[in-house]
Every structure is written in C-alpha cells, then in structure tokens.
C-alpha cells in the first residue's frame, strides 16, 4: 500500500506490505470557512477591548507592522493587505507603513522569501526590512533585569502592530502577541537573557496567568 505522510510542504510516499498494516488512524478535518478575507475584516470591524485599527491610525503619521520570519507558521500574506487598508483608511499612506520581518536570532531572508511571507501587493506596495540586531537602542530593562535591546526602526513608528500566530508553548504558555517585539525584532543578549526566565516557577506550557507553581523533579 503507498502511503502519503505530509513533511515540509510535500507528501513523501511509503510503500508499505498490506501484510503489515494493520489499520491507519487519521484525525478528523476541521471545517471552516473558506472565506479568509470575510473573517479578517470582520476580525478588524469588531475588535476585542480596542478600538478599530483605522481609528487608532488617525492622527499618526507612520506605522510598523511587525511580521514572523519564515520559520513560522504565521500567513501574513493573508491579512496584511487588509491591515494596510485599515492604516489607509485612517490616513496613513503607504510610504509610511513598514513591515519588519522579526528574526529574533535566526538568518535573513532571501527577496523571494519576503515576497512570500507578506504576499506580491504588499512586497511592491510596501516597505519590507529584516530586523536588524546592529542596529537597535536599549530602552531599558524589565523589573527582572532583562536588557531591552529593540530594533530603531520600530522605534521610529507612531503606531506599532505586532501580529503572529497564537499556539501552545513550552514555556512561555502560548505565543504571539509581545513575543512579536521580544524575541522578535530584540538582539541576542537581549533574547537570551529573556529566555532565562524559562527556569522560573512560572514557566509553564499553557500558561496564561502569572502564578507561581511548585515544581516537582
């Protein structure tokens, strides 16, 4: 029997004796709706204990948004053009708007890879830059004496919008949100120092409160 088991972004095929299957699980599909830009502008026209983005856009003369690199699941390409129409909507023109590419500590991206990550409209229409650690700015440092080392680009922004995917994490709970500015766009020494805290009591896989926990060895 062949048999495709997905990997990377292709099938690869096994050739397997029926002799020796004995059955084959598969989960169940998840049903949704296929209109990915009707939910994203209805995401945007109701937001959750904010205003519209086009609304905090107003009176602000630029804007950066901060996007996941290429080893992340994340499609940006799907909802950045709507951002940006948000950010027009509010007055922002697109020789204003940038789109950051956080790399934390992980290489640059090759042209055609940010083409992809944020799609071929917003990759000619748009600034796209790599985050760069030799040029951020210490602004200070957290109550836990973590050094706060940010990329000067986003720094230079009025309005800044972190996006990424939310999913469980090994110790920072879950992700997303702030972990789009650290480790996103921050240096090394600041990500690693940041990454120590994975030893605290706190720590934990799927945890959103800051409770401490008792651990047990």
Request: proline content about 5%; glycine content about 8%.
């Amino acid at each position: 029997m062949i048999i495709k088991i997905p990997y990377g972004k292709e099938n690869v095929k096994l050739d397997i004796p029926d002799e020796n299957i004995f059955d084959i699980i598969t989960g169940k599909s998840n049903s949704f709706n296929s209109n990915v830009g009707k939910i994203i502008i209805q995401a945007l026209e109701n937001p959750i204990k904010s205003k519209k983005l086009s609304e905090l856009a107003r009176a602000k003369k630029s804007a950066c948004i901060l996007v996941s690199d290429i080893t992340r699941p994340c499609p940006s390409y799907r909802f950045l053009p709507e951002l940006v129409d948000e950010l027009n909507k509010g007055g922002i023109k697109n020789s204003d708007i940038k789109v950051i590419l956080g790399l934390g500590i992980h290489r640059e991206h090759t042209e055609d890879e940010k083409r992809r990550l944020v799609g071929d409209y917003i990759f000619k229409n748009i600034k796209v830059i790599d985050s760069d650690p030799s040029k951020a700015k210490l602004i200070g440092k957290t109550s836990f004496g973590t050094p706060v080392e940010v990329f000067k680009e986003a720094l230079d922004a009025d309005l800044l919008i972190a996006t990424g995917n939310i999913e469980y994490h090994y110790f920072a709970g879950y992700s997303g949100g702030a972990k789009a500015v650290m480790p996103g766009i921050c240096t090394r020494s600041s990500i690693q120092a940041n990454h120590r805290m994975m030893l605290d009591d706190r720590a934990a896989p799927g945890r959103a409160t800051g409770k401490s926990r008792k651990r047990r060895y």
